[in-house]
């Protein structure tokens, strides 16, 4: 029975390698940046939030704060796929990252991206697109044509309180026919019984305003606008009633980000006070800013909040595709509660963080009595507070000095410096200096007029998180006057308790009344990534159509991100509008030529890597409207990410059909442009050659051809068999200074050929970032692009997944172990839950039945993988 023991011995180490791959692994929500308690989207950019809204539970169960947000669900920048991402939370704080509720919409006029706008609970089922009984939630978004940009409002709804969303029948309900006009916000005006909506006119400078009594059809009333607001471009505008000073009387409030003028620079967030006519809102008060740094804008409030709060949040993230977050761009500032107070100056809104914070914080770190505080005295220094997610509040006498306030994030090299200045009575957040700034206008002297009263006391609630500073100040009876909001990267590398708090003060004395900082929890869950899923750009596992076809499930998808096409994204014009020169493949229900077409034939699952296996069935390219297909991906959906500055890796599986080998020249995958190109194609160089060609537009093109493989040559590839190939650009390979190209080839029969070839000095290397790509990526043919004769591929092609580094072989798709590979029969696929399941069943028998294959079980081997993994495999 000893051998039972090594077999026990064996699942546990099986186990470990189910749990935990080999290969370096990142970390989500752990990545340098990421934000501790704010949100951010797990993957890919967003920019500002929308549709803000609580759903109250059914019976018993607790209501749910709805996030929804502008996401490109397919890239880290912003794209021509923008769609509405989802979360919601129990509290403000901690937050669950559901699937995006809109994706762009596939009309025959073109793709329609799901822009920015609002939602509210239709509570007497006004729209009739839901029932008295179950009334429904409805969004307003707009529709953005990628073709023609005109911008259109649109509705969708949810009956089941939120978690799925269908696009109302009659989109869009108003059309302008202009490329100006967006965002819109929908409340309910209570006291002409009706729903107001506003939309931005973008360029224009004014918010056009719309009633309706059941949210579909809508009157236009008088339009918004003021000449003197210091804000152009408007954008993102939000409407609300706020009690004044917590009494009856409840003003209205227009609230919009314009793209330009903000006090910090670029944009910002500007506020009306007023009154509701019956053509609209009209402005009593000038346009005010509601916050002075760089990183507070796109703000929307929640609708429907208990207790008749007001809380609004925008997107803190000002820098575009500059800044150095990955693999997300974007993040929520912490939702902040409102009121609307009266001041010498007028009625003027006022934000706190919403209390909610207090459920994160842990440690507390509180100043037992005043202190002085110079340039030499620091009262927090004993103190020794520090971190990177705080929750500070504090008040400061200024006394004698000019400047006193608050080094934080601080470093010997560098800090920011959160103050008060008498010189300019002002408020600031000083950046400079304070993390990384090559990317943009991060590092800056943000600041906000407060005039303190007689006393000279000035009062901080300060909210850091790994890439934010949020500051609410004013006076001690007026607490949060003013707010500046700015991100600001410190070095990720720096351990949390060596970036400290320290007071300090310029010029003369202060006096530090009280301070009390508390750490704040973590509310992400971290978990483990494996690293080339970070690397994957696209990853297409030929799916067959699903049935009935529907435009919520494209026909080829991608794996990573769970989207595709064939229905809904990209460029996909050329259906409606059919090119002579491109032919693109996807399915078109009104076109049987223009159908993707699969076979059921796939790649044996022993070519696989363990824990990973093909779809069910392959793109078949060879049947398609006489062998005159391809899939094609437009510029712009893939083009862009295919810019490899640090090279790229190309996998897929293709069969010829039968022996093509001496069938011509026939392109498997092609990608680029005449600048810049990759391509595949196979009868070139020789009969059944496979050939990785790459070219920098200067006419140079070295090539790697799978015949002058180590070992002599790999052989006829077009010979009807399943093939594997990796075709890998590794600027750092060090064969040569430029690197060298790399073609691994793996067949059906787990022949395993490797080729490399140095790449000459005089090669540049491919695209450098930033210069786009016009380029087209095919798959199955490449007649269109470069004027080439047509090279379509006569056969299947599967799994096609390209990367943006070069892949080691442990992070590759298929298994190159011939050992443990190759006489393993495996006929289906092995997974971690399949080696769980075996481990339950065998701990539950006796020792002898510890030696049979699990019941049920009969899709691969155990025993004979256990007898592999004995000897050192996989
Ligand atoms: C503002 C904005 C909105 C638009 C959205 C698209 O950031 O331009 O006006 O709806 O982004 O993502």
């Avoid at 967003?46 to 539970?57: D, S, V």
């Amino acid at each position: 029975m000893s051998t039972c023991v090594v077999r026990r011995l064996c699942l546990a180490v099986i186990l470990l390698a189910a749990g935990s791959p080999a290969v370096a692994q990142s970390v989500r929500y752990g990545e340098p940046w990421r934000p501790g308690y704010h949100f951010s989207p797990e993957v890919h950019w967003m920019n500002e939030p929308n549709g803000l809204i609580y759903i109250a539970g059914e019976n018993d169960a607790p209501g749910l704060w709805h996030l929804f947000y502008q996401h490109n669900p397919i890239a880290n920048q912003f794209g021509r796929n923008q769609s509405w991402g989802h979360a919601t939370s129990p509290d403000l704080v901690t937050w669950t990252q559901l699937p995006d509720a809109l994706r762009p919409e596939m009309t025959p006029g073109g793709p329609v991206n799901a822009y920015s706008g609002s939602a509210v609970f239709d509570a007497n089922n006004s729209s009739g697109l839901g029932t008295a009984e179950n009334p429904p939630y409805v969004i307003a978004y707009t529709g953005h044509n990628a073709i023609t940009r005109r911008q259109d409002q649109r509705l969708a709804y949810s009956l089941d309180r939120g978690v799925t969303w269908t696009r109302f029948a009659g989109n869009p309900i108003i059309d302008l026919e202009s490329r100006e006009f967006r965002d819109p916000k929908i409340t309910w005006d209570s006291f002409f019984n009706r729903w107001i909506m506003i939309v931005s006119h973008g360029g224009q400078n004014f918010l056009s305003q719309w009633a309706s009594t059941d949210l579909i059809n809508w009157t236009r009333l008088d339009d918004f606008f003021d000449p003197n607001s210091g804000g152009t471009g408007w954008e993102v505008a939000d409407i609300f009633r706020l009690p004044l000073n917590g009494g009856p009387v409840r003003p209205w409030i227009i609230q919009l980000t314009p793209a330009q003028g903000s006090p910090a620079g670029g944009n910002g967030v500007l506020y009306w006070v007023g009154t509701m006519s019956e053509d609209g809102f009209v402005a009593e008060t000038p346009a005010v800013w509601a916050d002075f740094g760089r990183d507070f804008d796109g703000v929307y409030s929640w609708e429907e909040a208990p207790d008749g709060r007001r809380i609004w949040a925008g997107i803190m993230q000002s820098y575009g595709e500059g800044i150095p977050t990955t693999p997300w761009r974007g993040q929520v500032s912490f939702p902040r509660e409102l009121s609307l107070v009266t001041t010498p100056q007028g009625a003027r809104l006022r934000q706190k963080p919403v209390d909610e914070i207090e459920s994160i914080r842990e440690g507390l770190v509180e100043l037992a009595s005043p202190g002085v505080v110079t340039t030499t005295s620091d009262p927090l220094a004993p103190l020794g507070v520090a971190g990177r997610m705080l929750d500070i509040e504090t008040t400061l006498d200024m006394g004698s000095a000019t400047i006193a306030g608050f080094r934080v994030f601080s470093l010997p090299g560098g800090s920011a410096f959160v103050g008060y200045s008498k010189a300019s009575n002002e408020v600031f957040v000083d950046t400079r200096g304070a993390g990384r700034s090559d990317f943009g206008p991060i590092d800056g002297m943000f600041s906000a007029p407060l005039e303190l009263g007689t006393d000279g006391i000035v009062h901080f609630r300060i909210l850091l998180d790994r890439s934010s500073i949020e500051v609410f100040a004013g006076t001690p009876d007026d607490p949060g006057a003013v707010t500046i909001s700015q991100l600001v990267l410190p070095d990720p590398n720096v351990p949390d308790d060596q970036l400290g708090v320290e007071a300090t003060a310029l010029f003369g004395t202060a006096s530090l009344l009280s301070f009390r900082a508390h750490q704040l929890r973590e509310t992400w869950t971290r978990f483990p990534v494996p690293a080339g899923d970070d690397a994957t750009i696209a990853h297409w596992s030929m799916a067959p159509p699903p049935t009935p076809i529907v435009e919520s499930n494209p026909i080829v998808a991608d794996r990573s991100t769970a989207v595709g096409q064939g229905g809904l994204f990209g460029e996909m014009n050329s259906l409606y509008e059919p090119s002579p020169a491109v032919d693109s493949l996807f399915y078109d229900s009104s076109r049987p030529d223009k159908r993707f077409v699969t076979s059921e034939l796939s790649p044996p699952a022993a070519m696989f890597r363990l824990g990973f296996s093909g779809g069910a069935a392959s793109f078949d390219a060879a049947s398609l409207d006489g062998h005159d297909g391809a899939l094609l991906f437009d510029p712009d959906f893939y083009g862009r990410e295919f810019e490899f500055p640090s090279g790229f890796t190309t996998e897929l599986f293709f069969r010829t059909d039968g022996d093509r080998s001496n069938e011509g020249l026939m392109e498997v995958l092609l990608q680029g442009d005449d600048e810049f190109r990759f391509a595949l194609i196979l009868n070139e160089g020789g009969p059944g050659n496979l050939r990785f060609a790459i070219t920098d537009g200067l006419g140079r093109f070295p090539v790697v051809d799978s015949d002058n493989a180590i070992g002599g040559g790999a052989g006829n590839l077009a010979d009807g068999r399943w093939y594997y190939v990796a075709a890998i650009y590794d600027p750092d390979d060090p064969v040569s200074p430029r690197g060298a190209l790399r073609l691994t080839v793996l067949s059906e029969d787990m022949e395993r050929h490797e080729v490399v070839a140095a790449l000459p000095v005089s090669f540049p290397g491919i695209r450098p970032p930033g210069v786009d790509s016009d380029g087209r990526l095919l798959i199955g043919r490449a007649s269109d692009v470069l004027g080439d004769d047509e090279r379509t591929f006569i056969g299947l092609i599967d799994e096609v997944r390209i990367s943006r580094e070069p892949l080691p072989p442990e992070r590759l798709l298929a298994s190159f172990s011939e050992a443990c590979g190759a006489d393993l029969d495996i006929d289906g696929l092995l997974t971690p839950n399949d080696v769980l399941e075996f481990v339950s069943r065998v701990s539950a028998s006796s020792e002898t039945a510890d030696l049979l294959p699990p019941q049920g079980v009969d899709t691969f081997d155990l025993l004979e993988y256990l007898r592999l993994f004995d000897e050192g495999c996989p």
